[in-house]
């Protein structure tokens, strides 16, 4: 069964102070790593799809890595739009997606 | 370019009711899937359909049943609704390749319903 922890729970930033969100996973034959964003009352957004360990993307003030365990997703100098939580969510030999909980992110002036 | 669309937005029910949510997706995605998130358990899958007239169970589906009969629609029903079906719904699509999908799920912006 796939398995995804996310941490923390909950992180708050002042604005410019960076930080990563970690995400653990278990999987039968990892076909991707997904990071949404997603803000109150609404749907999760995309950010990034990784493949394979050593793969990185990025985003403006995000950048996603992945190793063959676990997945960052690096906030640089962060402001307080980017305040939202953050899922994870890995897709294994099927077609359906297995997320963790989320880090809820608040940036702070 | 509405991309997935869930209706209604919000709904209270009383405890037995029934009821339909509606998802359209105007991508032409062969897959759709019906997510529940609850505090501190992440999105949890209900049903899910890899094409018009399928549909699959998912990791939470007793008490919901789901229909396909068009691609673009998804119908996720609520027979006799229980206060544990209190839930924010959410409605996703994805297409279908060979290997990988590049950009996971397109998701609703999600139906708030409250059981009493």
């Given at each position: 069964?796939?398995?995804?922890?996310?941490?923390?729970?909950?992180?708050?930033?002042?604005?410019?102070?960076?930080?990563?969100?970690?995400?653990?996973?278990?999987?039968?034959?990892?076909?991707?790593?997904?990071?949404?964003?997603?803000?109150?009352?609404?749907?999760p957004e995309f950010l990034f799809t990784l493949y394979?360990?050593?793969?990185?993307?990025?985003?403006?003030?995000?950048?996603?890595?992945?190793?063959?365990?676990?997945?960052?997703?690096?906030?640089?100098?962060?402001?307080p739009e980017d305040s939202a939580t953050y899922l994870c969510a890995v897709q294994g030999g099927g077609n359906k997606l297995t997320f963790g909980t989320g880090t809820q992110l608040k940036v702070e002036l | 370019n509405a991309g997935v669309t869930q209706t209604p937005k919000f709904r209270v029910l009383k405890t037995g009711q029934s009821m339909t949510l509606l998802c359209a997706q105007d991508m032409n995605h062969e897959y759709m899937y019906w997510y529940r998130q609850d505090p501190g358990m992440?999105?949890?899958?209900?049903?899910?359909?890899?094409?018009?007239?399928?549909?699959?169970?998912?990791?939470?589906?007793?008490g919901y049943n789901v229909s396909r009969l068009k691609k673009q629609n998804f119908l996720l029903g609520l027979e006799s609704a229980a206060p544990s079906q209190t839930s924010v719904y959410f409605c996703a699509s994805s297409y279908w390749r060979t290997g990988l999908?590049?950009?996971g799920y397109t998701f609703g912006s999600g139906t708030r319903l409250t059981v009493v």
């Open positions: 069964e796939d398995q995804v922890t996310q941490s923390p729970e909950a992180l708050r930033l002042q604005e410019g102070e960076s930080s990563s969100l970690n995400c653990s996973y278990t999987v039968s034959g990892l076909r991707g790593l997904f990071w949404y964003r997603q803000d109150p009352g609404k749907g394979s360990a050593g793969e990185e993307k990025e985003k403006e003030r995000l950048k996603a890595t992945l190793t063959k365990k676990e997945s960052f997703l690096h906030i640089t100098a962060p402001k | 992440g999105l949890r899958l209900i049903h899910y359909s890899v094409g018009e007239g399928t549909t699959a169970k998912g990791e939470v589906p007793d999908s590049p950009g």
